[in-house]
């Protein structure tokens, strides 16, 4: 009997959980400018999710891309992202990845990486460049955000 009300009571939780959208603290995704290399178009793209660390409120500074192939076949299509803080701030390499990308076709945003940082009063910024299988790299894509944007 004791375990049938725990038991009751847990699944109530987990129904009340579940009921709770998930993307309630889901942070926006704002893109930047786009850039090109031979068939593919390039944008960068920046979101800012709210935290914490103790008592100090933290962003998740998360850049993602989106490639577009113009072209009549698939290609491999190679990207990578650097984040800086604007005012002083140097370039950080934040992550890099690969993907297909079909004729005619769009993918993304996919996220590149992320870094957490804490809470300040400055423009962070995000860059995002790609290249198709052997091409060379496209120009950079800037996107940016407030980082403490409320």
């Known amino acids: ?53 103790g008592r100090f409120p933290t962003r998740e500074i998360t850049a993602y891309v989106k490639a577009r192939n113009t072209g009549p076949r698939g290609l491999d299509v190679a990207y990578e992202a650097y984040f800086r803080v604007v005012d002083g701030g140097h370039w950080e390499k934040l992550g890099s990845g690969r993907t297909h990308v079909r004729a005619g076709e769009s993918v993304g945003p996919l996220e590149v990486g992320s870094s957490t940082r804490v809470c300040g009063p400055v423009k962070v910024e995000i860059r995002v460049r790609a290249k198709a299988g052997g091409a060379a790299w496209s120009g950079w894509s800037p996107a940016a955000t407030r980082q403490c944007q409320t």
């Open 1 to 53: 009997m004791y375990l049938r009300r725990i038991g009751t009571i847990l699944a109530a939780a987990a129904l009340t959980v579940l009921a709770v959208p998930a993307t309630a603290d889901a942070a926006a995704i704002a893109c930047g400018g786009g850039t090109s290399t031979g068939r593919v178009a390039v944008n960068g793209c920046i979101s800012a999710e709210r935290g914490s660390a």
